[in-house]
């Protein structure tokens, strides 16, 4: 248990073994906050965010939740409970950062109903019911970022993505309705739409599609791909006090993707 920090807010982040997540856990962690991230496929990336952080003074601790399963939360909820007490001597969380999904596109009429479902329970379902299970830890006053996309906001509309936008687009409803919800907790809910960003999603797409790059960058307004930081740092403000009178809003972080 480490006594000097009982008083360290501390923020639940999903998702956060490489990409957006890491970008997350980083900047926030480096604005005093203790972290906890979240992992399901890659256990080594949630210990390399883990590594990083405590190599530059945060404190940092990694747990595994598929975020696909909501049956487990909460037993992923009291696992939380008690790294909570052992490592921060706390009781409560700060924020809730709901990041952990998968990308990639499938066209309409290829869509099956298991992909569709797949969807569902990935990127609505799973951060929609994790909030649910975690809100007695959230402190009033806290917190919530989902994770949305460009995708699901008006001007990018590519064909393939109607599954995965119609799914972002439903966190971005529910989380301007959870906003008036907590309200009286004063608990802050907002979604961040990153445009596109350098992350392993699609099956680390710009790895292996090195050719599409510079054609997607021509498309925002500073010409280049977003770096995990560039989100990161975004979601850091939107947990942080600096934000406490933003709430309710869908903030695009996409260096003018498609203007």
Do not use: C
Request: charged fraction near 20%.
């Amino acid at each position: 248990m480490n006594e000097q920090t009982t008083d360290q807010k501390i923020v639940v982040i999903t998702g956060a073994s490489s990409g957006i997540g890491r970008g997350a856990a980083i900047e926030i962690a480096a604005r005093g906050m203790g972290v906890v991230i979240t992992y399901n496929a890659r256990p080594a990336g949630a210990e390399e965010t883990v590594a990083v952080i405590r190599d530059s003074g945060g404190t940092a601790v990694a747990l595994p939740l598929d975020i696909g399963r909501s049956e487990t939360f909460p037993d992923f909820a009291d696992a939380l409970t008690g790294v909570l007490r052992r490592e921060w001597n706390a009781e409560r969380i700060h924020g809730l950062v709901n990041n952990a999904g998968f990308g990639g596109g499938m066209a309409f009429e290829e869509m099956t109903e298991d992909a569709f479902d797949e969807y569902y329970r990935v990127l609505l379902r799973g951060p929609y019911f994790l909030t649910q299970a975690l809100l007695p830890l959230i402190e009033d006053g806290g917190a919530i970022v989902n994770t949305s996309s460009s995708a699901a906001r008006p001007g990018e509309t590519e064909p393939g993505y109607s599954g995965y936008a119609a799914m972002k687009g439903g966190l971005v409803v529910a989380s301007r309705f959870l906003a008036k919800e907590l309200s009286g907790r004063a608990i802050r809910v907002n979604s961040i739409a990153p445009g596109p960003t350098r992350t392993r999603l699609g099956d680390n797409a710009f790895e292996r599609f090195p050719q599409v790059i510079d054609g997607i960058a021509a498309k925002t307004a500073f010409g280049r791909l977003g770096e995990p930081a560039d989100v990161g740092k975004v979601i850091a403000f939107l947990v942080s006090d600096d934000s406490a009178w933003i709430t309710g809003q869908d903030i695009q972080a996409s260096g003018g993707y498609a203007l």
